[in-house]
């Protein structure tokens, strides 16, 4: 039908910024409306932003081909100056829009035959002269052929490199034992979901997120008693949390549809919540790297060759790892996976959790030897 296009009005908002209002009508009842800002401030940033929302009618009342649609575009670009804000970053990328926006309102080749679409919202700091890292982000990718989104909100990385905590800034001398112990943490959030373009804006998305925390702690220390000898006990401490865990379960009286009949099988049952799980792990290690020194003279008080200098390098190493009952939660459990019951299967409660499981110690014992 008739229409009129790209009518609307343009304004500086400020020094900085710039708003765009446009729309486009239809005499058979569609219409496009956009609202576009460009900001620039020397510096510090620039980027735009834009959103477009459409109501999209195709065909004609009353016949088959009539069509009724919303449609939407969400674009938004965001570059922060180097030299703004030494030690954090922000930065936007953001290109969502449904997946008929492009078809039924774009005129434009490529954005027709572009089905995958990406967007990041980024943020990272450190902090001068300490060891701590904090990054955050979210993410989305978008199929517009099979209409599937995927979204990380959000997700957050913190760390704390190596660190002494023990040791004295004006120490002198010969250190401590208790001054060579070494710490580290981090610790990741992370939030997914896999949903389809019709659920993306309801409550189902939160029934669908995949939700996880994790953060580790790992304590070390080395000392060495007497020279070419060292000894390095560890201390590893590991922690998970989910809104979810599972539960199997034997049923012997299960009915499965598909083959209309009774057949034991386990059961795996999904329960909500906020459940935490943890793991804390010893180990000690020591070796000894002695270094051997000899000389060979030959016999021959003649020979060009005076001396033979020659080193042995032998290597001896020990390792062991105990098992302490209670040092961790009971993540892991067993289910009867016969009719029999002889046979049984373990599992963790975490199981597809995003972060896995944390291991547990298994007592074990290495002795090693070698010779160069």
């Known amino acids: 039908?008739?229409?009129?296009?790209?009518?609307?009005?343009?304004?500086?908002?400020?020094?900085?910024?710039?708003?765009?209002?446009k729309g486009n009508i239809y005499s058979n009842g569609s219409w496009l409306a956009t609202a576009q800002s460009t900001y620039n401030r020397l510096y510090k940033y620039n980027g735009n932003f834009s959103f477009s929302y459409a109501k999209n009618i195709s065909g004609h009342v009353g016949l088959e081909d009539y069509n009724k649609a919303t449609n939407y575009r969400l674009g938004w670009i965001f570059?922060?100056?180097?030299?703004?804000s030494p030690g954090s970053r922000f930065s936007a990328s953001v290109n969502l829009s449904s997946s008929g926006y492009e078809r039924e309102n774009?005129?434009?080749?490529?954005?027709?035959?572009?089905?995958?679409?990406?967007?990041?919202?980024?943020?990272?700091?450190?902090?001068?002269?300490?060891?701590?890292?904090?990054?955050?982000?979210?993410?989305?990718?978008?199929?517009?052929?099979?209409q599937t989104v995927s979204?990380?909100?959000?997700?957050?990385n913190f760390s704390a490199n190596r660190i002494t905590p023990f040791k004295s800034r004006n120490s002198s001398g010969t250190a401590k034992w208790y001054e060579e112990i070494q710490l580290q943490y981090t610790a990741a959030l992370d939030n997914q979901v896999s949903t389809t373009e019709d659920k993306l804006f309801t409550g189902q998305v939160w029934k669908d997120m995949r939700s996880g925390f994790?953060?580790?702690?790992?304590?070390?220390?080395?000392?060495?008693?007497?020279r070419n000898f060292s000894i390095s006990p560890s201390l590893s401490?590991?922690?998970?949390?989910?809104?979810?865990?599972?539960?199997?379960?034997?049923?012997?009286?299960?009915?499965?549809?598909?083959?209309?009949?009774?057949?034991?099988?386990?059961?795996?049952?999904?329960?909500?919540?906020?459940?935490?799980?943890?793991?804390?792990?010893?180990?000690?290690?020591?070796s000894f790297n002695p270094q051997i020194f000899g000389e060979f003279t030959p016999i021959n008080a003649n020979s060009r060759i005076q001396k033979i200098r020659h080193v042995m390098k032998p290597s001896v190493g020990f390792s062991y790892i105990p098992y302490f009952k209670?040092?961790?939660?009971?993540m892991y459990r067993q289910v009867q996976v016969d009719t029999t019951g002889n046979r049984y299967e373990e599992y963790s409660i975490f199981e597809g959790g995003i972060f896995g499981t944390p291991a547990l110690s298994q007592k074990s014992g290495n002795v090693s030897f070698s010779l160069v």
């Open 106 to 146: 774009s005129y434009v080749v490529q954005e027709h035959i572009t089905t995958q679409k990406q967007s990041s919202i980024s943020y990272s700091k450190t902090w001068d002269r300490s060891p701590f890292n904090l990054s955050a982000s979210m993410n989305h990718s978008q199929n517009n052929k099979n």
């Open 214 to 226: 994790r953060h580790e702690a790992p304590l070390s220390l080395q000392f060495r008693p007497f």
């Open 79 to 84: 570059n922060q100056d180097a030299k703004a």
């Open 151 to 156: 979204l990380n909100i959000p997700k957050v």
């Open 237 to 286: 401490y590991a922690g998970v949390a989910y809104t979810q865990k599972i539960e199997k379960t034997w049923d012997p009286n299960y009915y499965n549809p598909d083959i209309n009949e009774v057949v034991g099988t386990v059961i795996k049952d999904t329960i909500r919540g906020l459940f935490y799980g943890q793991a804390l792990n010893p180990s000690i290690s020591a």
């Open 326 to 330: 209670g040092l961790s939660s009971d």
């Open 1 to 21: 039908g008739f229409y009129l296009s790209e009518g609307g009005y343009y304004f500086a908002l400020n020094d900085y910024f710039d708003l765009t209002l």
